[in-house]
């Protein structure tokens, strides 16, 4: 590793000092017989001047190098109050690691070509920053995750059945046998808290989804937790915290980076508990209040969710959904056999569902009665029946879809910004 210094470690204060920095040619232009150069680096930009009176060799290969170049400059730090940083280094030095003489990416580039050249656009600060943003977000929910007793696992992602309908199931050959890529760690999960009781999985999620929303990826990464003994509310309560903390934390140490996407941070500071809570029933009286045309029974989509997000200036949780329009193994709700034990978490300001959560149904018979109401076969779950079978508890966990909790912090236009390498219906590739 060269002994260089970072662009964000260039400090006016530092101000004759010789410095070494290594990184990319972010912005160039000449004036008279000067170059100036913003050089780029992942921890920001700083600008370098190169005078030819200073060394006639270093400004001429300054001359020569083009946008995102790679490149090694030393020079004298001088503070400057019109250099973006307020600092500048007066370079003596250059060495141009590779040039570049037409980097593809232009200011008029489209959003299409932009995720054709993927693999290029992650040169950019913006998409570095939401990067930033999005591992921050998963280094606050380890610390909350840590220091509330949650253990890590790591579940299978080859597995033999559905968890969220077989519709959106990717289908591979497994030698002579039929495997699936993983819709959600959950039933492993919910193995895993007969040993450890609170257990959580960061892995990634496949949907053979074909509808093109700008919620949806067919490869997504998934946060999931299931906790032995706790039912509904418990974890409801445990999904407001994380994620208060996710989101709380995460403008204390990457504030900068949000405010590059939003200037109004005031849903992310409301963020706190307890988040509010509406029912089904009262989320469809308030779209039947707003001219949605929306029957009891049904279920809300991305628009029906964007209206009710309306009403909300913090992420909010939707509780006691009909049976009909949810998963099989969903607790039945004593109180209304017409509903299940779930909540949704959503995001205000449009993005809705964030969050799917639900109490598992924890009896043997009526497990089996469901599969078999919403027509799959037992015997294809005859694991997952047996942990209903040997000290069966009451348990309850949710999933929280990452790239949907960054696009609603960064107020992302898709969550396919949110990702390092977009997966979609149309896009495989790169
Ligand atoms: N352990 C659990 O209880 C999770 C449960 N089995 C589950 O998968 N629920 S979910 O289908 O609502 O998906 C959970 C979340 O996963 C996200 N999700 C779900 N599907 C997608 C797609 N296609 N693209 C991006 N994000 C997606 C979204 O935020 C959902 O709220
Ligand atoms: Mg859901």
Redesign the pocket.
């Known amino acids: 590793m060269i002994d260089k210094i970072y662009c964000a470690d260039v400090q006016p204060d530092m101000e004759g000092k010789r410095v070494k920095l290594a990184g990319w040619v972010y912005r160039k232009r000449e004036v008279g017989k000067k170059v100036f150069i913003v050089l780029r680096d992942s921890s920001g930009i700083v600008q370098t001047i190169f005078k030819k009176e200073l060394s006639e060799e270093a400004y001429a290969e300054a001359k020569k190098v083009g946008i995102e170049s790679s490149i090694i400059v030393e020079g004298t730090v001088k503070a400057d109050p019109r250099a973006p940083t307020g600092v500048e280094i007066q370079a003596d030095k250059i060495e141009v690691v590779q040039n570049v003489d037409f980097f593809p990416i232009t200011k008029d580039a489209s959003e299409e070509f932009l995720l054709d050249v993927r693999h290029l656009h992650l040169h950019s600060p913006k998409v570095a920053s939401i990067m930033k943003v999005k591992a921050t977000m998963m280094q606050a929910a380890r610390e909350w995750l840590l220091q509330d007793g949650w253990y890590e696992v790591f579940p299978p992602i080859l597995v033999t059945g559905a ?2 309908g077989g519709a ?1 199931l990717f289908k591979l050959k497994y030698f002579d046998r039929t495997a699936y890529l993983s ?4 039933l492993y ?1 919910e193995a895993a808290i007969f040993g450890l009781e609170k257990v959580w999985s960061l892995t990634p ?1 496949f ?1 053979a ?1 074909k ?1 093109r929303t700008r ?4 490869e ?1 990464w ?1 946060l ?3 906790a032995a003994w706790m039912d509904l509310w418990d974890i409801m309560k445990v999904e407001e915290e994380l994620v208060s903390y996710m989101v709380q934390r995460t403008l204390e140490l990457r504030r900068s980076e949000i405010e590059t996407f939003r200037k109004d941070l005031t849903t992310l500071k409301n963020a706190v508990p307890p988040f509010p809570r509406v029912s089904y029933d009262e989320a469809i009286d308030i779209l039947q209040s707003k001219g949605v045309e929306i029957e009891w029974g049904e279920d809300m989509g991305a628009d029906e969710e964007r209206i009710l997000t309306q009403e909300f200036e913090a992420p909010f949780f939707v509780y006691g959904y009909p049976k009909g329009i949810k ?1 099989f ?1 969903m607790k039945e709700d004593p109180e209304d056999p017409r509903k299940v034990l779930a909540a ?2 959503l995001a205000p300001e449009g993005y809705g ?6 109490q598992r149904e924890d009896s043997y018979d009526k497990l089996v009665q469901r599969i078999l109401e919403e027509g799959m076969k037992p015997e294809d779950y005859e694991w997952y029946l047996d942990l209903r079978k040997y000290g069966s508890v009451p348990h309850s ?5 990452l ?3 960054v696009a609603w912090v960064l107020k992302l236009d898709h ?1 396919r910004w949110a990702t390092l390498f977009p997966r979609t219906p149309s896009r495989l590739y790169p």
Do not use: N
């Open positions: 968890v969220e959106t819709q959600s760690a959950q999960l999620s949907r989804e509808s919620r949806h990826l067919t997504f998934h999931e937790l299931e998963a193994y949704d978490m569902e964030v969050i799917g959560g639900s966990g949710f999933g929280l879809g790239e949907r909790l969550v």
